[in-house]
């Protein structure tokens, strides 16, 4: 890494730019993306459409680069040889190059470095479930050292989103329905990655996720307030807190303002309000899309134009727009020049702090993508994101089980543990007919091992007969195979029901980018089987595996316990079997709640009063179970919690709560203190509650710990109906909860005065502490 102060950094960038020509400044600005495997479907939206790479037919090296797209993540390749490859090209772009300038290399890294042979790590939906930033920290700092490793510098995550209608295909991407909680992982995640030496990459800035219809790459229409308070907070968290590196900008429109051509978001918003000095790369195709999709644009240049005045600095994965275009544009006096040296300064400072102007270490002849300490931080994820959702006593299991059913289309199938950002699922097959081939991947292996729910059960009761039936595929079933299963369940002591997705892209799975659900009906016909087996009268557990959640009928009532995982990875079998036969506590939580029914309308806990059931609508929203729940095989006493700051409180204080939870079971456990903040009565319709903090208490049998919440008033502030974030003097209700229908006792408080906040200025996020309780 350089050693340049910020300050020299951007000196230093500042004199580069004076000296290059046009066309070497634009170079920056743009990436290549070679060696795409074409037996794969495509890996971006309209990715076939496009035309990508070089817009002129020239070496689009002549004038040096600025990226370079997807190196491992493109195609399978051994990683000694990508990382000696990579290391060639380097070479030849600083050769090219007066400057000898590197160019940045970018991957995707959701789920881990989404390379072949990599560690991949459950989907951001089960960090959601951890509820434990210092984890998330940790794997990514783990993912970064990974990427570092081989020549990598930036990795495009993680997601930000928050979750408005889990029939979204990308919600699996997501930490959630709840700003805070995303904010706070994701802060936690940037820091990590950031700490080995990769530039985090915040998407999809912003209101991506609130799509019409749930439908990606859908418009989004929603006001200034929700869009402040709901989808930009988890950014500002990232941005102010994190010191993330960059941003990418989100495919959507909001209200008719595509957000790759929104200067007021990614300049007055981003850099002026929250101090945001890094850089602002496009979606994949997201400059072009604003003439070929958006129509805001009649031709590349004017996109160019578009992108860059509107805050865009590099376009990714190719160059559309950024070269032959852009230069046009600032030949016909289109667009200053000077705009465009703003945003080369801004990548060459990066590029600085990379160590990208300077002699670029050569690679390991020998590397492990997927080392022991990776698949530790994999297998830790997976089980604290294991949510238990019922329970009447049958788990754990117990070891002298007789005969055991294992039932479904998704108990014997590798891929159901992955993501889409997975380095498999995202180079399935091109053909939706994938998800029901006995081979997903014909031009790819797994490149790690990997286990199903089937491995792990039969190796850890061996004392059980463990029969298999998959009962159809996750997409289809026949009469004949639910009637199978049915009859195998009845005539077994125990039977285990495994249900849910197999992610993919635009249609090549039931979960993941472009893939997109009607209802929140379980794929294919996976509700009747389950209905079937309920009926057999055989004790049965339901093992959902998605990557949304999903109405589960009358399970909720019927099963003898129900067991939710999210995607969770190259380790994630083992992770359930270890939850079901007592090796591992539950721990999860839920980060997005389970709909009662699959015509259940979107509804997320986040909600004023009349967004909940009520006397004057027929519809009902509420959740089976809510954000925040999960059981455990233990149980928690909670003492009288104790309003530590005293009953009144300034606009710039803060409030402390303090609250002891015992371990009054018998085995080890871990409770998830949740704090809410209640507003009785405030100018603007608000929130009936919404999380400000959070504890994970790890207890062993009869061992007490206090949390200890200190919450800036700031966080009850809002965008109040003069547009600006306020304080407003009055009653405010902390709830400390289990869940978000699940309140333990509730504090008051009162703001004795007003306070409007300059932007920028608010206090974001809750200090938590906890200790240990002697006696």
């Given amino acids: 890494m350089d050693t340049d102060t910020p300050a020299e950094a951007t000196e230093r960038a500042a004199s580069l730019v004076k000296r290059m020509t046009l066309e070497e400044k634009c170079a920056q600005l743009y990436s290549l993306w070679l060696g795409v495997d074409a037996d794969a479907g495509d890996m971006a939206p309209h990715q076939s459409e496009q035309a990508g790479g070089n817009d002129d037919g020239g070496d689009p090296t002549a004038h040096g680069l600025g990226q370079i797209t997807r190196p491992f993540g493109s195609a399978p390749v051994p990683a000694a040889e990508g990382a000696a490859n990579l290391a060639a090209f380097q070479r030849r772009i600083r050769a090219n190059s007066r400057f000898g300038i590197a160019a940045l290399a970018h991957e995707e890294c959701l789920t881990g470095f989404m390379a072949h042979g990599a560690t991949i790590f459950p989907t951001a939906l089960a960090w959601g479930a951890t509820f434990d930033p210092d984890l998330i920290g940790a794997m990514a700092q783990q993912i970064g050292v990974t990427m570092r490793g081989v020549g990598v510098h930036q990795g495009l995550a993680p997601v930000l989103d928050v979750v408005a209608d889990s029939r979204w295909g990308r919600t699996e991407e997501t930490m959630g ?69 960059s941003v990418m900008p989100s495919y959507a429109a909001n209200d008719g303002i595509a957000s790759h051509a929104n200067p007021e978001l990614l300049q007055t918003v981003l850099r002026d309000e929250w101090g945001f000095d890094g850089t602002v790369v496009s979606d994949y195709f997201g400059v072009n899309f604003l003439n070929s999709l958006h129509s805001v644009a009649a031709d590349k240049s004017e996109a160019a134009v578009l992108g860059l005045a509107g805050g865009v600095d590099v376009e990714l994965p190719g160059v559309d727009c950024y070269g032959g275009p852009l230069q046009a544009a600032v030949a016909a006096g289109r667009i200053d020049e000077g705009v465009v040296d703003r945003a080369v300064e801004r990548v060459l400072t990066q590029k600085i702090h990379l160590g990208l102007l300077d002699e670029l270490p050569e690679p390991a002849a020998e590397i492990d993508l997927n080392p022991p300490s990776a698949r530790a931080l994999a297998a830790e994820v997976a089980r604290k994101s294991i949510v238990l959702l019922e329970n009447d006593g049958t788990l754990p299991l117990r070891a002298d089980l007789g005969r055991v059913a294992l039932l479904g289309p998704v108990a014997d199938d590798k891929a159901v543990m992955l993501g889409c950002y997975a380095f498999p699922n995202h180079h399935g097959r091109n053909d939706a007919a994938s998800i029901d081939s006995d081979d997903p991947y014909p031009h790819v292996d797994m490149g790690v091992a990997i286990s199903t729910v089937l491995d792990r059960l039969a190796a850890d009761l061996p004392g059980a007969v463990v029969e298999h039936l998959a009962a159809g595929s996750v997409l289809d079933a026949t009469d004949t195979e639910i009637s199978a299963a049915a009859n195998a369940a009845a005539s077994a002591d125990l039977a285990i029901v495994a249900v849910g997705d197999r992610s993919g892209l635009f249609g090549r799975g039931t979960s993941g980018e472009g893939c997109d659900a009607p209802s929140h009906a379980l794929p294919g016909r996976q509700a009747e089987l389950l209905e079937a087996v309920l009926d057999s009268g055989t004790p049965t557990v339901v093992v959902v595996i998605s990557g949304r959640p999903y109405a589960l009928g009358t399970a909720p009532e019927r099963a003898a316990a129900i067991v939710q995982a999210f995607l969770p990875g190259q380790e994630g079998a083992s992770a359930i079997s270890a939850v079901l036969t007592g090796a591992a506590e539950p721990e999860g939580r839920l980060p997005v709640g389970v709909p009662a029914r699959p015509d259940s309308p979107p509804a997320t806990y986040l909600a004023p009063e009349l ?117 407003e003097a009055g009653a405010l209700e902390l709830r400390l909860a289990r869940s978000a229908a699940d309140t333990v006792a509730s504090l008051n408080v009162e703001v004795t005065g007003s306070r409007r906040l300059e932007p920028g200025t608010r206090a974001l996020a809750t200090q938590v502490t906890s200790k240990t309780v002697v006696g």
């Fill in 611 to 727: 967004a909940r059931r009520s006397s004057v609508s027929s519809v009902d929203p509420t959740a089976r179970y809510v954000f925040g729940y999960g059981r455990s095989y233990t149980e928690f006493a909670w003492e009288e919690p104790e309003l530590v700051s005293g009953a009144e409180v300034g606009p710039e204080g803060t409030v402390e709560v303090a609250v002891r939870v015992r371990n009054t079971g018998e085995r080890h456990g871990t409770e998830v203190v949740q704090l809410y903040l209640h507003d009785p009565v405030a100018s603007a319709v608000r929130p009936v509650q919404r999380l400000v903090g959070f504890a994970r208490l790890d207890l062993a049998p009869g061992e007490a710990r206090e949390a200890r919440f200190a919450m800036p008033v700031d966080l009850a502030a809002f965008v109040g109906v003069d547009g600006a974030w306020t304080v």
């Fill in 177 to 245: 329905e709840d700003p805070y909680l995303t904010g706070t992982l994701a802060t936690a995640y940037v820091a990590g990655l950031q700490d080995s030496g990769i530039i985090a990459t915040l998407k999809h800035f912003a209101g991506y996720s609130a799509s019409h219809a749930a439908r990606n790459f859908g418009p989004v229409y929603m006001g200034p307030r929700q869009f402040a308070e709901t989808y930009l907070t988890p950014f500002e968290m990232a941005v102010r807190i994190g010191r993330a590196g």
